[in-house]
């Protein structure tokens, strides 16, 4: 069945909006139709299309489940703000890896500041959708990296991507860790200080192997690797 987001209203759920045009216009969905629906929590809503019109559709809840995709540990992403389109990607993955939320933040070699809000929704909305993640992960305003340190303090662990690193990760760092930071750099990674900085903060500096990754590349391995190893 497909996914939508949408509004609980008593036993109904409402769609409209972007949602409305997918189940109506691109999809050409009637009534009688079964869809699953999101509505932002760890629930799946099993729902019968009762009614479509211009302005709305309407499911009737028949079964509601815990959403299988919910990830089990909260793993931040705190990454240093690439160009738009890596940033855009690493958004993406980061939905399908189980990432809970990105925060981007500014380092010495970032060269964008900033992202587009409302595409960067619709990228994370489209990203649960396709995964069948019901929940949406959040998106942090940039952080200056001052503010990005001091975050750090409030995880189990600190996951460390690093050129300069010898060692891969050690599934030891990950036992028992509810809360896990993953810290990746931007095209030009990081400077001595801020390395210096991170691992000072509690980072566990680890190496991704013998190449030098694109910076979505290296994101994308990081995370998949926590993902794998904390079992989340």
């Known amino acids: 069945m497909k996914r939508f987001f949408g509004?609980?209203?008593?036993?109904?759920?409402i769609f409209d909006g972007s949602e409305l045009v997918h189940i109506s216009r691109v999809l050409r969905m009637k009534e009688g139709d079964r869809v699953i629906a999101s509505l932002n929590d760890e629930n799946d809503y099993t729902c019968v299309l009762t009614e479509i019109s211009k302005t709305r559709a309407v499911g009737k809840i028949e079964k509601i489940e815990k959403c299988e995709a919910t990830p089990k540990k909260n793993i931040v992403l705190f990454q240093?703000?690439?160009k738009r389109e890596y940033f855009e990607t690493i958004v993406t993955k980061s939905v399908e890896l189980g990432a809970s939320e990105v925060v981007p933040f500014i380092s010495e070699y970032s060269v964008n500041h900033?992202?587009?809000?409302?595409r960067i929704s619709q990228i994370v909305l489209t990203?649960?959708?396709?995964?069948?993640?019901?929940?949406?992960?959040?998106?942090?305003?940039?952080?200056?990296f001052k503010e990005m340190l001091e975050r750090l303090a409030s995880f189990d662990a600190v996951i460390f991507a690093y050129e300069k690193a010898n060692s891969p990760l050690d599934t030891r760092l990950l036992e028992d860790k509810e809360r896990i930071a993953v810290?990746?750099?931007?095209?030009?990674?990081?400077?001595?200080?801020?390395a210096e900085e991170i691992i000072a903060?509690?980072?566990?500096?680890?190496?991704l192997g013998s190449r030098i990754l694109r910076c979505d590349t290296a994101t994308l391995a990081t995370l998949a690797v926590v993902n794998i190893l904390s079992k989340n």
Do not use: H, W
Not at 7 to 13: A, D, M, S, Y
Not at 184 to 193: I, L, Q, S, Y
Not at 201 to 207: P, Y
């Open 114 to 118: 900033d992202y587009k809000s409302d």
């Open 201 to 207: 903060r509690g980072g566990e500096a680890i190496s």
């Open 7 to 13: 509004r609980r209203e008593g036993e109904n759920i």
């Open 127 to 144: 990203a649960c959708k396709q995964c069948e993640r019901s929940k949406l992960i959040e998106i942090s305003p940039v952080l200056s």
């Open 80 to 82: 240093a703000m690439p």
């Open 183 to 194: 810290v990746v750099g931007c095209e030009g990674g990081f400077t001595k200080k801020e």
